[in-house]
């Protein structure tokens, strides 16, 4: 891949680095599209930098009509991709665009997979059930710890721009497999996690008085919790998760059916607020 | 001095989505902005009361892979005004906050759609060779995202807090509070999309473990968290322990398939 350019070569310094990083970190998912999901964002952050390293408007134009184009993964890992991006463009130039568009291709599944099970699933799940029960009792520390903790994401973040233009593609390569098995071990983590949830999240109650005679009979404190403990969440959300399944019902649908269910059971007082 | 406060809060519901969609240092999480909304406000219990009321409702709630979901961000700044400003209690929150949230989800696609133009707009003028102009209309990203929960947020501020709570009086008391029921049932959308996304098949004892011990046992849940990434430590372990003896460097095909919708 490596072959002699005749034009000068711009060598990227480390603020042109981090520069990117923040206006890729800020742009971020604010010009996210149906079509190219975040392909507008790739060029509106690195164009300033792409400018540097071709100077021949034409590879200018064919570098970033090569970044309009489809590209999707969890935010805070772009970052890795495109500090690789922008050391393999720096060192092939214009011969380097189908490599670089293979490259963001492949990667972006296994990328996607284990940073939104960790950033998007993990995190906000244990941070926000703490800090949510701690808000409850009208206390904000747990949101100020949030808050702080994500200042440190930030400075990880251009962090891991630097690290994706110094060793990208070497890294990426040797965790290859690794990749693989590390999602499905934060799954692990993830699962359990969800399955707590379940138990204590989800609020359904039937506080439904049958009467035979002089015999009254709770359904909830009655029937239902002396079979087990949050049988009616695990049983919504097995019915929620079948119905997934059908492509018909989307989420936003499904949404106003709970809803629906809701104001019905609460009108024929099924359900207690 | 209210008006400061209107103005205020306006911007803290256009900037949310702005950070949300990028720099993610506020977020839309609950809790954070009903800190920020309680500092606005002047009245830290109340805010933080309804945040954690839609943090705990947004649990499990991940907007993945481009995903619209209910923006419990906007329903907490919404719902936290409405009630600290009139008075009125937590319930009001919730019933002003839930649809709120929901009529977010449609401003998301809608602002997306437009962003499809933008995105257009953008290749054809780097097909011209007026990038200057490319970069500028970049920023219409970040201005659509703030328009995007400022102007339901200005349109509840203005028409006043009182009229929103004189609405809520006129609707009958099982609306409002199947609206509360509603909030309580309303995880299981997330948690369900979240298992969807999840290699469930493959690791659903964890599923059972996690709820046993928060049904049964009771544990908090950073204890359930820890055992579980002692599980997936032991598993990291194994696996790699596995694949290592055979140092041929295996391309892991099948395990993406558990990821894709």
Redo the contacts between chains.
Sequence with gaps: MTNKENTPKYHVTKKDLTRTSLRF?????????????L???L??SM??LL?KIYPK?ED??AS??NH?NYF?TT?YLTNLVLGTTIAMEERDGIKSLEAVQSFKTSIM??L??IG??IF???W???M?????????????F???I??GV??L??IMKVWFFHVGYNSGTHLLDTL?????????????????????????????SVPFVFKFGKVSMNIQTDVLNKI???LL??L??YF??K??DNKKWT??K???L??G???????CGI??? | MTIIQDILIIILAGYMTMDEDGIVLLTYFPVIVGFVTGLIMGDMHTAMVVAGTFQLMMLGVAALGGASVPNYGLATIVGAFVAIRTGSGIKTAIAVGIPVGLLAIQLEVLRRIIANFVAHKMEKLNEAGKWRQMLNWGYAGPVLCFLETALPTALIVFAGPTAVTMVLKVVPKWITDGLTVAGGLLPVVGIAMLLHYMPLKKFLPFLIAGFVLAAFLKLPIIGIALLGLGAAYWYFENEVAKSNPQTTAVTPNSAEDDYDE
């Design positions: 970190n800020w742009i971020c998912v604010n010009l996210f599209n149906y079509e190219s999901q392909g507008p964002s060029v509106w164009a300033p400018r408007d200018y134009k970033l009509r309009f999707n935010p599944g296994p996607a997979g939104d099970t998007w699933v993990l906000p799940t244990i926000g059930s703490i800090a949510g029960y701690m808000a409850l009792q009208g206390n904000p747990g949101a100020i949030w808050f994500n200042i994401f930030n290859g497999n690794k990749i693989n098995i590390f999602t499905e071990a934060a799954s692990i983590m993830g699962i359990t996690v969800i399955g707590a949830l379940v138990a204590t999240v989800v609020k359904v087990m403990p949050a969440p695990a919504f959300t929620i998760y119905l997934l989420p936003t499904i949404i106003f709970v809803i269910i809701a104001l019905l059971g609460t009108f359900f207690k607020a």
